[in-house]
């Protein structure tokens, strides 16, 4: 199920106003069955990310050589890496939500961060695309991606208390855990493939 342009619009308001930190955020999201199925339709909104690590993969000399788009262990790597992101948190949140007691909040944190991944792969890519284009140096876009970095775990932080009420030790956990969780298995993945 692909996400309407209404729910995309009201989903990515949803994710501005948890960033900073307005009341009734959550009610911009759709946390119904229908809507927790759909907020992974999502992915193809961060399609432009996943071209922009493609080309970042094959490097300049690679592009003029061969072009991007082929199937390869590189391409099969990239897409694996941002397919797990977006099934890696929700998977691995069935256990720890029913370990802690929060199988209410599942469906809601699972719709807001999976919103919350397509931000993060939008704006984490940017870096990338300066980079390519050859405004950036590769530094620069560390920098660039710390710094973008830190404002999504703030975010992921309010979605934890947001969506599971958490806080203290157990929300700091968890909302350091479920970015790294990403990262380690799309690294993995890269690495395997």
């Known amino acids: 199920m692909l996400a309407t342009a ?10 501005a106003d948890l960033l900073n930190r307005k ?19 999502a992915i193809w909104l961060a399609a432009p ?6 080309a970042l993969e094959r490097g300049r000399e690679d592009l003029v050589q061969a072009g991007l788009f082929r199937f390869d262990h590189v391409t099969l790597a990239v897409v694996a ?15 720890v939500a029913r370990r802690l007691h929060l199988t209410r909040g599942y469906v809601p944190f699972v719709v807001v961060t999976n919103w919350i991944l397509v931000v993060a792969f939008l704006v984490l890519s940017f870096p990338g695309l300066l980079l390519l284009l ?9 920098v660039h991606d710390l710094a973008f970095g830190a404002v999504l775990v703030h975010l992921y932080g309010s979605a934890v208390r947001a969506t599971l009420g958490l806080s203290g030790p157990a929300a700091m956990l ?20």
Do not use: Y
């Open 174 to 193: 968890l909302t350091l855990g479920c970015p790294a969780l990403v990262a380690t298995v799309a690294g993995g993945i890269h690495l395997i493939v």
């Open 6 to 15: 209404d729910e995309v619009v009201r989903s990515l308001r949803g994710t």
């Open 134 to 142: 050859g405004l950036s140096t590769p530094g620069l876009a560390v």
């Open 81 to 95: 890496g941002a397919l797990a992101s977006f099934l890696v948190v929700p998977l691995a949140m069935i256990a």
């Open 23 to 41: 009341p009734g955020a959550l009610g911009r999201f759709d946390t119904s069955e229908r809507g927790f199925w759909r907020s992974f339709g």
């Open 49 to 54: 990310a996943v071209v922009i690590a493609l």
